[in-house]
T-cell receptor, first 114, second 112 residues
Framework: DTAVSQTPKYLVTQMGNDKSIKCEQNLGHDTMYWYKQDSKKFLKIMFS???????INETVPNRFSPKSPDKAHLNLHINSLELGDSAVYFC?????????????FGSGTQLSVL | QKEVEQDPGPLSVPEGAIVSLNCTYS??????FMWYRQYSRKGPELLMY????GNKEDGRFTAQVDKSSKYISLFIRDSQPSDSATYLC????????????FGAGTRLAVHP
């Protein structure tokens, strides 16, 4: 059983399109995250939700909108895609929002904007 | 200056070698120091973490933190080809929310 699963694994799309990435965790965790890993492998936090409540919202263009329908799911919708959005997007979860908690990552969604 | 600096490598070593991976950081308020390992085309996974200064050992892996010089190290003894991966250091604050600041990662290749 996959603990943190993301779909799709690969996403190739044209500039200007709108796309969504879905994430589900079956670990019973309270907290979920979206991270972006760029071509230089820097992994940066974008958003975090704790029990469906947004708790971290980094400096991310408002074209990116996360949504958490329940604590097991966290989706990411991206409007008007740009070339610079090409990256690997990782979903993660942790038991609580505490700073020393282990993060469990999904396998990533490779987004390519043409 | 980036909050966390890490030499991206790649670092290539023969099997059995002792490997030293290092990070420096700028925020003296960091209290937790994590090491994540990322295999190609996979998400990172937590390898080990330490709290504040000192050493922590887990099998072939030793994590070391020197808060006075803001320097973090991960040592791998008797390295194996299965250790070939990217190693990311990730310090975080105590209190507040879980907001890891990842280094760029060091790519390690252990050849037989």
């Amino acid at each position: 059983d996959t603990a943190v699963s993301q779909t799709p694994k690969y996403l190739v799309t044209q500039m200007g399109n709108d796309k969504s990435i879905k994430c589900e965790q079956n670990l019973g965790h309270d907290t979920m995250y979206w991270y972006k890993q760029d071509s230089k492998k820097f992994l940066k936090i974008m958003f975090s939700y704790n029990n469906k409540e947004l708790i971290i919202n980094e400096t991310v263009p408002n074209r990116f909108s996360p949504k958490s329908p329940d604590k097991a799911h966290l989706n990411l919708h991206i409007n008007s895609l740009e070339l610079g959005d090409s990256a690997v997007y990782f979903c993660a979860s942790s038991p609580t929002r505490a700073t020393n908690e282990k993060l469990f990552f999904g396998s990533g969604t490779q987004l390519s904007v043409l | 200056q980036k909050e966390v600096e890490q030499d991206p490598g790649p670092l290539s070593v023969p099997e059995g070698a002792i490997v030293s991976l290092n990070c420096t950081y700028s925020n003296s308020a960091f209290q937790y120091f994590m090491w994540y390992r990322q295999y190609s085309r996979k998400g990172p996974e937590l390898l080990m973490y330490t709290y504040s200064s000192g050493n922590k050992e887990d099998g072939r892996f030793t994590a070391q933190v020197d808060k006075s010089s803001k320097y973090i190290s991960l040592f791998i003894r008797d390295s194996q080809p299965s250790d070939s991966a990217t190693y990311l250091c990730a310090p975080s604050l105590s209190g507040g929310y879980n907001k890891l600041i990842f280094g760029a990662g060091t790519r390690l290749a252990v050849h037989p």
